[in-house]
């Protein structure tokens, strides 16, 4: 079983940068393919990014493109996501998924989650 927890979220103006932290534990980090996603209040959960489990692939939505780097650090057992020149479109709840699979954009596609951490972004 693996365990997954966020970090790293907070209030930030429009511009600014923040970088979330997502800790695997229970099984090497490696074994996973690691995802974000979010979740704005009244809307559905969405896909961010996703990297494989040594790193060299990794896949944006398409509003994070330019703006959003997802990275891992298995020695550390953590997935990061940098987000530079945040929106206040960007605030959401950000959620850090587990599976064996890349390629999974939906959700209900991920049987791992963490809890998750409050991005808020003022303009």
């Known amino acids: 079983q693996v365990q997954l927890e966020e970090s790293g979220g907070g209030l930030v103006k429009a511009g600014d940068s923040l970088r979330l932290s997502c800790v695997v534990s229970?099984?090497?980090?490696?074994?996973?393919?690691i995802a974000w996603f979010r979740q704005a209040p009244g809307k559905e959960r969405e896909f961010v990014a996703e990297v494989n489990g040594n790193g060299d692939k990794v896949y944006y939505a398409d509003f994070v493109k330019g703006r959003f780097t997802i990275a891992r650090d298995n020695a550390r057992n953590t997935v990061y996501l940098q987000m530079n020149s945040l929106k206040s479109e960007d605030t959401a709840v950000y959620f850090c998924?587990?599976?064996?699979?890349?390629?999974?954009?939906?959700?209900?596609?991920?049987?791992?989650w963490g809890q998750g951490t409050q991005v808020t972004v003022s303009s």
């Open positions: 229970g099984r090497p980090s490696w074994y996973y393919v």
């Open positions: 998924a587990a599976d064996r699979v890349l390629g999974l954009y939906r959700a209900n596609e991920y049987d791992y």
